[in-house]
DNA sequence: CGCTCCATGAAACGAACGTTACATGAAACG
DNA sequence: CGTTTCATGTAACGTTCGTTTCATGGAGCG
């Protein structure tokens, strides 16, 4: 058994360097030094091997970010949340998950699978750092949306200065408390209801 | 050469409805009514193929928006603009290009061929549309990036209203016009420096 | 008609894919 | 010791992949 969590181990950091879109299992046994026949062997199919992959990605960030969660944080809670993100000790995970989600949307059978409702999770915990008010679930949305929005910008351009001003922005007009705006939710059903092609 | 044009549109609807990570050509041609030998004899190759059916499909985007912005609009630019992307006529199509985006993340080679520089482009545009400021840029990258991430969100869980709701709070914040806070671009690069791993 | 060029079909190529069958050696256990 | 179980290697299976080869039919043109 302790052979397989070290083949785990190996391919997590595998999939972190080349994806999880068109892994093939021999470039990644030659790699981590084992044989196709014994990631089948050990995991089943290719797709128990991807589920254990992502299982362990999901364990990593979760570790990483329960142990940001402990620490006494000098900055804003969303300041802290994007440094941790863009450390380059998660920024890979994220990226990995990143991949799968995306994928998760042209072809939902063979990805969702592999995401255990990340992103809600994570919209839930937003959500309850923030003050209780009638459009709390919005502005969780929003401060979720901001962090994946400058994430995916600061991968794929490795602008962090550029996506760390952004966010730097947005946490000071967080911290101003805008009133809230006359569009609440029904308003903007009633909207979009009469928008449609 | 009008039936490569033919083949080109199909190809394309194809892609959006399926993505293009693991496109193969058989089923391709067999769903569009014609061979992967003729994909190949039109195209030159599959990466030919899809080079060419990404550049229809931002031409189409960028036709779908220059008529956007010659309409005249009644709401705040941003929601003008997020209710573009999420019309159920454009969305697909960023979509796609999110797919591909994510994918060149961890394979350029493959993939950045097919991204026109997509995201720098509309950042431009983003920038140029806001009140100049010494931190237009780092605004302009904020609006992009909650535009995609809010994206992503409405893709991944199809929820309008919610996604929706999240942006015009932003907007409301935007147009309350939040004095400048203490940290420009020099101070942020500061903090970074000392942050690494 | 004869020639040429373009479009297409049928079939195959070699490679890579996930997966499996079979054999074997080592270790654990009675 | 014999037996069983686990881990592994070798080789193959059948399939699919992108691409190529060869052949053919038809349209345009002299």
């Avoid at 302790?2 to 950091?13: F, G, I, N, Q």
């Amino acid at each position: 058994m302790e052979r397989k969590d070290e083949l785990r181990v190996k391919a997590l950091d595998y999939c972190l360097a080349h994806g999880v879109a068109g892994l093939s299992l021999r470039p990644l046994a030659l790699k981590i030094g084992t044989s196709a026949r014994l990631l089948i062997y050990h995991f089943g199919s290719r797709d128990g091997l991807i589920g254990e992959v992502m299982n362990e990605a999901h364990r990593r960030v979760q570790r990483s970010f329960e142990e940001l969660i402990r620490r006494p944080g000098f900055k804003s809670p969303l300041r802290t949340f994007w440094d941790w993100t863009t450390d380059r000790r998660n920024a890979p995970y994220l990226r990995l998950i990143f991949e799968v989600q995306v994928l998760a949307l042209q072809n939902p059978t063979a990805y969702a699978r592999y995401l255990a409702g990340t992103s809600s999770s994570w919209l839930t915990v937003i959500e309850a750092a923030l003050p209780s008010s009638g459009d709390r679930r919005a502005r969780a949305t929003l401060c979720a949306a901001i962090i994946d929005g400058l994430l995916l910008e600061f991968l794929s351009t490795g602008d962090l200065e550029r996506t760390t001003s952004a966010l730097d922005i947005f946490d000071s007009m967080l911290r101003a408390r805008v009133p809230r705006v006359g569009s609440d939710r029904r308003s903007v059903a009633r909207q979009n209801r009469s928008k449609g092609a």
